[in-house]
């Protein structure tokens, strides 16, 4: 079973940056798609931004400008670089690996890390 182990998370005042970091127990090379997405209290996880094999990246129209998402294949980590954040930003941050099987995909989740940007 591959694990996800996000790191990075913290307290920051707003205005400030975090670099997010998701060490994948297995080669990453040939994973179409990683990705990130936050929870915040009481609300459905939402997408925050997606990196596919090829370095085609997608961000939500809200960290758009703000946030960067990569990878470096040879380390198996996925990184968010997440500068100017708002307070909104709070959330738990879980990192994601899709991995496509026939007519289908099998998606696999960090245990999620905390992300607090006060006023």
């Known amino acids: 079973q591959v694990q996800l182990v996000e790191s990075g998370g913290g307290l920051v005042q707003a205005g400030g940056s975090l670099r997010l970091s998701c060490a994948v127990s297995e080669s990453i090379f040939s994973i179409k798609i990683m990705g990130w997405y936050r929870q915040q209290p009481g609300k459905q996880r939402e997408l925050v931004a997606t990196?596919?094999?090829?370095?085609?990246?997608n961000y939500a129209d809200s960290v758009k400008g703000r946030f960067t998402i990569s990878r470096d294949n040879a380390k198996d980590t996925v990184y968010l670089q997440m500068n100017s954040l708002k307070p909104e930003d709070t959330a738990v941050y879980y990192c994601q690996l899709r991995r496509l099987v026939p007519y289908s995909a099998n998606d696999y989740w960090g245990q999620g890390t905390q992300v607090t940007v006060s006023s």
């Open positions: 990196i596919t094999s090829e370095g085609r990246t």
